[in-house]
C-alpha cells in the first residue's frame, strides 16, 4: 500500500484542521495510524483505528481535540484537528500496519506516507 498524507497548514491556536490519508491498494485489510514528529525526536503516536473503523485509540495528548476516520470505499483517513495548541506543531504521518490490533509504536507499521506539515501560531 501507498499512503499520501495532506491537508497541514499554518494556523492560529484553538483553529482547526482536518488531515486526510490517501492510500493505494489493499487498504480496508491494514489497520492504520497517524503519528507526528518534531526535529531530534522520535516519531510519537497520534491516533489509531481499526480496519472496519470500529476500534479507535488516541494518545494522552489529544484530550478528545482529534478524532480519526476512514472510508475504505475511497481509500482514505482523515485526523480531525480541533483547538489545536502550538505544541501541536509537528509533521504529520499516516502509516499502515497488518497487524491485526492498533500499535502506538512505529516500529509495527510497514508503510509510510510523506507527511504533512502543521503549524500552529501562538
Known amino acids: 500500500v501507498q499512503l499520501q498524507a495532506s491537508g497541514g497548514g499554518l494556523v492560529q491556536a484553538g483553529d482547526s484542521l482536518r488531515l486526510s490519508c490517501a492510500a493505494s491498494g489493499f487498504f480496508s485489510r491494514y489497520v492504520m495510524g497517524w503519528f507526528r514528529q518534531v526535529p531530534g525526536k522520535e516519531h510519537e503516536f497520534v491516533a489509531g483505528?481499526?480496519?472496519?473503523?470500529?476500534?479507535?485509540a488516541y494518545a494522552d495528548f489529544v484530550e478528545g481535540r482529534f478524532t480519526v476516520s476512514r472510508d475504505n470505499a475511497k481509500n482514505t483517513m482523515w485526523l480531525q484537528m480541533n483547538s489545536l495548541k502550538p505544541e501541536d506543531t509537528a509533521v504529520y504521518y499516516c502509516a499502515a500496519t497488518s497487524l491485526s490490533s492498533i500499535r502506538r509504536i512505529p516500529s509495527g507499521y510497514f508503510a509510510w506516507g510523506q507527511g504533512t506539515l502543521v503549524t500552529v501560531s501562538s
Open positions: 483505528i481499526t480496519r472496519g473503523g470500529d476500534s479507535l
